[in-house]
């Protein structure tokens, strides 16, 4: 699990996987989130929502990935903040770890915010000229926003966070908040809220719709889909040209996540899957006949030494003796139950 964990991460930290992944999930595919215009944030979210002063509780969570994209009309600030948690395995309760990771964004939002009216007020570190400053800007707090740290004209960035499933079973988990609650009646349901996540699952992607993925991301979901149908998955192969110069990264997270056995030199910088999948087989093949010849000799070696036991049991000899001339536990001999022969 740590092992696929880590290569999906690395994976996803690449900028044109990144928008690809959200331009799909948000625009169908169309190139409108640049990759140029991502950038990295510190994924650990910090949210101190409980308590004040010295009983102020504090809440860590980490996210797989975190970028903001700036704006692209003039690039002068961030305007949207994206978050993608990578799955190797289904997770039954999705919805509320990705509403506890929006809600420390927020609030960390919230206390930088507080922290810049802070900040403001402090410099020149004289209060009589920042009293003077906020009568003339008109930015003096009042009672609540003075308490929330919070402005009336302060707004937030909007959070959207993605789960990107890395394996084949399709998605049978909770969608929202409401899916995983008890009571199903829409009374009492209009009064709580929901939260629903954001889902890109192999599984249920149609075969057309993966041409919506500008990225290695495509033939990385593709293999995953089919990768339990050797059928399919060789007709993949072979009528799939992308295939055959897949970038090593991509082929790395294939590897990992499907459990499969591909050698390939990672100093090359693409690979062609599908011979990376014969040699594999071929590979594969021979261990079978191998074992095989194996089993076949030690099943032929046990029959001999069963025919020897036998001999000797009918000379007289003991189970002891049997047993030290074939050098084996003499438990294994009487499991053989000569006599019974």
Request: aromatic fraction near 8%.
């Amino acid at each position: 699990m740590a092992a696929k964990d880590t290569v999906t991460k690395d994976y996803i930290k690449d900028a044109k996987v990144f928008a690809d992944a959200f331009n799909y999930l948000m625009f169908e595919g169309n190139p409108v989130i640049d990759p140029s215009k991502l950038h990295e944030m510190d994924a650990a979210e910090i949210g101190m929502p409980y308590g004040e002063g010295k009983t102020r509780a504090t809440v860590q969570k980490f996210r797989d990935g975190l970028k903001y994209v700036t704006a692209m009309e003039d690039d002068n600030g961030a305007y949207l903040l994206l978050g993608i948690e990578n799955q190797s395995e289904i997770h039954y309760a999705m919805a509320v770890k990705n509403m506890v990771y929006d809600a420390l964004q927020y609030a960390s939002q919230v206390e930088k915010a507080a922290k810049s009216h802070r900040d403001r007020g402090k410099r020149k570190g004289a209060q009589k000229a920042e009293t003077a400053s906020a009568e003339k800007t008109g930015i003096r707090p009042e009672a609540g926003e003075y308490l929330s740290g919070f402005y009336k004209g302060d707004r937030l960035l909007p959070v959207v966070t993605l789960v990107l499933l890395f394996n084949p079973e399709p998605w049978d988990a909770p969608m929202s908040i409401h899916d995983m609650l008890s009571v199903k009646d829409p009374k009492i349901l209009s009064f709580v809220p929901d939260y629903r996540i954001n889902l890109i699952a192999p599984a249920q992607i149609r075969a057309e719709d993966m041409d919506r993925f500008r990225s290695s991301l495509r033939e990385v979901l593709l293999y995953i889909k089919y990768s339990k149908d050797r059928e399919q998955l060789n007709h993949l192969l072979e009528t799939d040209p992308q295939f055959r110069n897949l970038d090593i990264e991509a082929a790395v997270v294939i590897n990992t996540v499907t459990n499969s056995r591909l050698k390939f030199d990672r100093k090359e910088k693409m690979i062609d899957m599908c011979q990376a999948v014969a040699d594999m087989r071929r590979e594969e093949r021979q261990e079978g006949r191998q074992e095989g010849r194996r089993e076949g000799r030690q099943e032929g070696r046990q029959e001999a030494d069963r025919r020897t036991a036998r001999n000797m049991l009918k000379r007289g000899d003991s189970l002891e003796a049997i047993a030290e001339v074939l050098e084996l536990p003499t438990e294994v001999i009487r499991a053989w139950k000569l006599d019974e022969k």
